[in-house]
Nanobody, 126 residues
């Protein structure tokens, strides 16, 4: 049974930082691209960032480019999302997910991912 557990969310003031972690169990993340998505109340789930299986390529939504950084540590079976210069519009539940396809190139569509975590709440106050 594959499980992804996100952590690191919380309440932060605008301009602050948070580091989200996504720890996997039941499967090695090695060889799989990983993604972060978020969903705000009343809105659809949207792509935030993704990282290829090798860590060579990363992609970001325009809204977070230059502020967020995705990284991975396969030895710890964990993916991270460093979020700096947070804005109130970053408030959402953040989810991590595993690419369906081995050795994928960090897809940006939610349909490309099969296993998802339960999410962690990030709230940015103004």
């Amino acid at each position: 049974q594959v499980q992804l557990v996100e952590s690191g969310g919380g309440l932060v003031q605008a301009g602050g930082s948070l580091r989200l972690s996504c720890a996997a169990s039941g499967r090695s993340l090695s060889g799989r691209a990983m993604g972060w998505f978020r969903q705000a109340p009343g809105k659809e789930r949207e792509f935030v960032a993704s990282i290829s299986w090798s860590g060579t390529w990363t992609y970001y939504a325009d809204s977070v480019k230059g502020r967020f950084t995705i990284s991975r540590d396969d030895a710890k079976n964990t993916v991270y999302l460093q979020m700096n210069s947070l804005k109130p519009e970053d408030t959402a539940v953040y989810y991590c997910a595993i690419d369906k396809t081995p050795s994928g190139s960090a897809p940006r569509l939610a349909g490309a991912y099969d296993y998802w975590g339960q999410g962690t709440q990030v709230t940015v106050s103004s």
